[in-house]
């Protein structure tokens, strides 16, 4: 289900991207991603906790700056339908 991205992820070596140690099927139906601890936990549980720094100004600025942080990735492969 998730062979092709976990390829390209494991490739990946970025500062802004955990790394990817595998995939599990043993907690549910859905795979599950593993990467290493985090120790402020999950992004959703840090901006939960943190709510009040998360003006929708500063969410903005973040979202910004994704495609900058994309672009500085080497690219792995080109798109292609069909997978």
């Given at each position: ?20 140690i595998g995939l ?9 991603i593993i990467t ?22 500063r969410r903005l ?23």
């Amino acid at each position: 289900m998730f062979e092709r991205e976990s390829r390209i992820w494991k490739k990946l070596n970025h500062r802004n991207i955990l790394p990817l140690i595998g995939l599990t099927c043993e907690f549910g139906p859905i795979p599950s991603i593993i990467t290493p601890w985090m120790s402020e936990g999950t992004l959703t549980g840090f901006v939960h906790r943190n709510h009040n720094q998360f003006t929708a100004e500063r969410r903005l600025t973040i979202v910004g700056s994704l495609p900058q942080q994309l672009d500085d990735i080497d690219p792995l492969i080109t798109a292609s339908r069909g997978g």
